[in-house]
């Protein structure tokens, strides 16, 4: 008599096989990519009040998949106020708090009207810029591998202009 056990066995032990010959995980995601199946990159959302979450909702919308020729990859945990891109991860994070190292004498890059202040201040290569007179902070990490940070700074600025309104009279 036959029995179905050792088929379920043998396909099971063939599709198992097949996944570490590909290099493919369950879902089809490959480790390290940064392609649509690529690994999630963990990202803390923040904790903005309502109105500043709404705001952040309207850049969400406006987010392209290709930043600066980098795949837009999955956040963990999924927020529409997190999104990432490439491998290392650019990562964007909107509705963060005022970076504490901001001084009144900061200097700040003004990249299409968006006012950035870049950290490490002072650093020939900072890596992260928070966006520092909007209606909502806006943090972008940028690994030095993608150094000059401009183009990207750019893209988004381009982006964010027109989805989060500048505070009156510069304030910050």
Known sequence: MLTRLPIVAAIAAVSLAF???TGCGPDG????GSGPGASAVGLVPPRPAPATARRCAALAGLLPSRLDGHARRAANPSS???AAWGDPPIALRCG???????TPTAELTVVNGVSWFPEPPGSATPTRFTEVGREAYVEVT????????????VAISNMLAPA?????GGKI
Do not use: C, E
């Open 142 to 153: 940028i690994p030095a591998r993608y150094a000059p940070a401009g183009p990207i700074l």
């Open 29 to 32: 995601s490959r480790p390290g």
């Open 164 to 168: 989060i309104p500048a505070k009156p």
């Open 96 to 102: 963060v708090p005022l970076p504490v190292a901001l």
């Open 80 to 82: 529409p106020l997190t």
């Open 19 to 21: 996944v570490f010959l």
